[in-house]
């Protein structure tokens, strides 16, 4: 995983997925714009996550349900909405199929 990252949904959709994530560094930095258009980003349950983007006639998400360990790496994500969304969410890896 770079140390930092631009991320852009202009007229439609996107998910940037870190949960299998290689985390080299303590903070990573996430650039999120996304104009007539949205996008999800997906964290593990153990990372920490500070939020502070700007919405105008869209949403960006400020707040992440659940808490990242302490010692984990964080991620900080900013950037802009225009009639667009940024949503962020917790989301636990999958299980690997036995067999």
């Known amino acids: 995983m770079p140390r ?3 991320t852009m949904a ?4 996107g ?9 080299t560094a303590p903070e990573v930095e996430i650039r999120a714009y996304s104009v007539f258009g949205g996008q999800t980003i997906l964290v593990p349950p153990e990372v920490n996550v500070d939020l502070r ?3 105008v006639m ?5 707040s992440v ?4 360990s302490p010692g984990a790496p964080c991620v ?5 909405a225009l009639w667009g969304s940024v949503a962020v969410k917790r989301k636990k890896r999958k299980q ?3 067999g």
């Not at 900080?76 to 802009?80: D, L």
């Open 4 to 6: 930092r990252l631009t």
């Open 10 to 13: 202009l007229f439609g959709g």
């Open 15 to 23: 998910v940037v997925d870190l949960r299998y994530a290689d985390f």
């Open 53 to 55: 983007g700007v919405a």
């Open 58 to 62: 869209g949403a960006f998400d400020h």
């Open 65 to 68: 349900p659940g808490q990242g």
């Open 76 to 80: 900080r994500i900013g950037g802009f």
């Open 96 to 98: 690997a199929a036995a």
